[in-house]
């Protein structure tokens, strides 16, 4: 007797080959509509009540369907070569900017110098380059202006932060002057480092809380971690932030350092600049959910989406996951949506981008779009006004070139020097006061832990 096998209804091949973005009629419960973030919904009658859905606040006005694709073309000779392509509504108009719920007229103009300043610096700097006086590459955050500076802003004075390659603009925002960058990449002897990198590997851990960038990417998470551990031990709840890429992102020490923070509540602020290019490789390839931010659900804490070209929705972000830090209520991930638009240094032609998604993010400039808010929407600055500040930025930038350039190059006998701790160099201790510990006995039970992490 033969028996016949029942076909399946699924449509999902063995392979595992399904939609990228799950569709309201999947019976995935990743996302439901309304749901509070990082707390379960009440099921529905007909659902599963064992299943529980989540949401991610998005704070976008404009939720771009772009889809990169890759293609492979013969040349005459018959040798295959790869490109990508990009498909949707490329044409779509420019959303305006949100309103913030904190910044007032002042604060938004010092934001939008700030990032004039920013992108300014990073002309400067490509100018240097290409006249032989950058010792190394250099690094460009075209396009995420309103992310670095508006982000910085919203820490307060005893906030630490640790930026990354991008994020030039929130050293300005924390007191480093463009003379400062500019030297550093020119190996100057008065650059932080006194000449030693060339790159932006420095901090200021007694001024400013900075904490120096890290080139394997996603070390910084666990570090600014423990910065935030530390200060609770001596008594204080402080905000730390870091940032990271897209690609970053995907790094196992990421997952740890975000994991820590949130199984110890710590006061981590982590931005992940989702700028669709993990150097070469676009956001299609290299993770399957939708949005980054939904990694949060994962690690039980709050995630949120904003757009990264908006410095209001970055800031109000920040702002409020600064506060979270500061009531001891734990970490927030916020996934800031952009482009990259150049490649990942100078070096990279980014001739992999399609040149039609250029196009649409350059309708989408920070800067543009905030100049465009304070000109002509609130009307907080005249056309004549605005043109003089950016006269003032322009001028101070080439003031600090010309810093820049002039300071000398180290000495060749200085490069024994600050490599070691030398008698008397300096004395470390708590930055905010001793650790409080319990009166009592000095011993610890055999089962006891030396420190109680909680």
């Known amino acids: 007797m033969t028996i016949k096998k029942k076909k399946s209804k699924s449509k999902i091949s063995s392979n595992g080959k399904r939609p990228r973005n799950w569709t309201s009629q999947s019976k995935s419960p990743l996302l439901a509509k309304g749901a509070r973030n990082g707390a379960p919904r009440s099921p ?95 690094y460009f955050g075209l396009g995420q202006e309103a992310c670095s500076c508006a982000s910085a802003y919203a820490l307060d004075k005893d906030d630490w932060f640790a930026p990354m390659i991008r994020n030039q603009g929130s050293l300005l925002v924390r007191g480093f002057r463009a003379s400062d960058t500019m030297m550093q990449y020119m190996a100057k002897a008065d650059s932080p480092t006194r000449g030693r990198d060339g790159t932006s590997h420095f901090g200021d851990i007694e001024k400013r809380n900075m904490v120096s960038p890290i080139s394997m990417l996603g070390d910084l998470i666990p570090v600014l971690s423990g910065v935030a551990l530390g200060a609770r031990l001596q008594g204080r709840n402080v905000a730390v932030m870091t940032y990271i890429g897209d690609g970053g992102q995907s790094t196992g020490v990421t997952y740890e350092g975000i994991n820590f923070a949130a199984v110890q509540n710590l006061g981590l602020v982590l931005f992940v600049e989702s700028n669709l290019w993990a150097y070469s490789t676009p956001s299609e390839m290299q993770y399957r959910c939708k949005d980054l931010a939904e990694r949060a659900i994962g690690y039980g804490i709050p995630g949120v989406i904003v757009d990264g070209t908006d410095a209001c929705q970055v800031y109000d972000a920040a702002r409020d996951a600064v506060e979270r830090a500061h009531r001891g209520e734990g970490p927030t991930l916020i996934e800031a949506k952009m482009m990259r638009m150049k490649g990942h240094a100078i070096h990279d032609a980014a001739a992999y981008v399609p040149k039609p998604m250029f196009d649409f993010w350059k309708k989408r400039d920070p800067i543009a779009r905030l100049e465009n808010y304070l000109v002509k929407e609130k009307k907080w600055l005249t056309a004549k006004e605005n043109a003089e500040l950016i006269s003032e930025v322009e001028r101070v930038i080439e003031a600090e070139r010309e810093i820049a350039v002039n300071s000398p190059m180290p000495t060749p006998e200085s490069a024994a020097g600050g490599v070691f701790c030398e ?26 832990a030396a420190v109680h992490l909680k």
């Open 44 to 138: 529905s009658k007909t659902a599963d009540a064992s299943l529980r859905t989540y949401s991610i606040p998005d704070t976008r006005l404009e939720h771009p369907e772009l889809s990169v694709s890759q293609r492979i073309e013969k040349d005459k000779d018959g040798t295959e070569h790869v490109r990508y392509e990009v498909t949707g509504n490329l044409n779509a108009p420019v959303p305006p900017i949100r309103d913030s719920k904190y910044l007032d007229k002042k604060q938004c103009i010092e934001i939008y110098r700030y990032m004039l300043l920013n992108r300014k610096m990073e002309v400067a700097l490509e100018n240097l380059y290409k006249q032989g006086k950058v010792v190394g590459g250099v």
């Open 423 to 448: 008698e008397g160099c300096h004395e470390i201790k708590p930055k905010y006061g001793m650790p409080k510990v319990k009166k009592g006995t000095s011993r610890f039970k055999e089962t006891e």
